[in-house]
């Protein structure tokens, strides 16, 4: 009885410990890092509009969207899915990893495993 009084308190501010620091995430795969990529069911339009969109902003700041270039790092596989994943997810980067850095209008997703392959590294 004395045991179980004195444990729940303390269960409770380690699991409010674990929530606040986002404990339960890095738990579950060792980090806390994100990326965005496009969703596979989007469209081309929207894949396009979302290239345009993201390399135009980037290009704001002075960044480039050269990695998907034809000479780029990440050209290959040379498919719009691709290269919209690797420019969206360099515009959520830029912009500070906000949930609403990568909406494109509900043609993105958050994800928590490293979409980088090869030589082609995701930020
Ligand atoms: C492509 O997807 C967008 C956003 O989901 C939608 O608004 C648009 O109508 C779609 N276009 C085509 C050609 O299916």
């Known amino acids: 009885m004395a045991k179980s009084i004195v444990s729940l308190p303390i269960l409770c501010i380690l699991l ?8 339960l995430l890095k738990l579950a795969n060792g980090q806390d890092k994100t990326w965005c990529v496009a969703k596979p069911s989007s469209n081309d339009t929207a894949l396009a ?12 700041l002075g960044l480039s969207c050269d990695m ?3 000479d780029g790092i990440c050209f290959n596989p040379n498919t719009l899915i691709n290269h919209a994943s690797v420019v969206m997810n360099s515009y959520y980067h830029a912009f500070g990893r906000n949930i609403w850095n990568c909406d494109f209008r509900g043609s993105a997703l958050i994800t928590i495993s490293d979409p980088s392959y090869g030589s082609c590294q995701y930020p």
């Open 16 to 23: 409010l410990l674990s929530f606040s620091s986002g404990g």
């Open 49 to 60: 509009s979302n290239i345009q969109f993201a390399c135009s902003q980037l290009g704001n």
């Open 68 to 70: 998907i270039k034809e």
